[in-house]
């Protein structure tokens, strides 16, 4: 299975970029697939999942709103439209998946958004300036 994420570049603030991921590999369409971004001195965030059999949704408070994360699973693509950049959306942008992939996992009494993904892309940069 290989992910190859795409769509990164240089965008002024208030612009828009659509990353897509393709997912190579895959004998069945039942994956969850998640988008994480890393900034430079930061640590790794989830940015927006899916689950694999779509019940469950997540988007980082961050980027609610702003982001919509769609899935093709006919064409194992993941994309993530990413509206009203901002300069602090500058990353790293990831895709990830796995095989009934959940989404969110249940810590304790609250749902978290589900990092240990099988298979990670290479990632795609992603520059917004102001």
């Known amino acids: 299975v290989q992910l190859q994420a795409s769509g990164g570049g240089l965008v002024q603030a208030g612009g828009s970029l659509r990353l897509s991921c393709a997912a190579s590999?895959?004998?069945?369409?039942?994956?969850?697939f998640g988008w994480f971004r890393q900034a430079p001195g930061k640590e790794r965030e989830t940015v927006a999942c899916?689950?694999?059999?779509?019940?469950?949704?997540y988007y980082s408070e961050s980027v609610k709103g702003r982001f919509t994360m769609s899935v093709d699973n006919a064409k194992s693509m993941t994309y993530l439209l990413m509206n009203s950049l901002k300069p602090e959306d500058t990353a790293v942008y990831y895709c990830a998946a796995e095989q009934w992939g959940p989404c969110t996992v249940l810590a304790g009494t609250r749902r978290i958004p589900y990092v240990a993904y099988d298979y990670w892309g290479p990632g795609t940069q992603v520059t917004v300036s102001s």
């Open positions: 590999g895959f004998t069945k369409h039942d994956y969850g």
């Open positions: 899916i689950s694999s059999i779509g019940d469950s949704q």
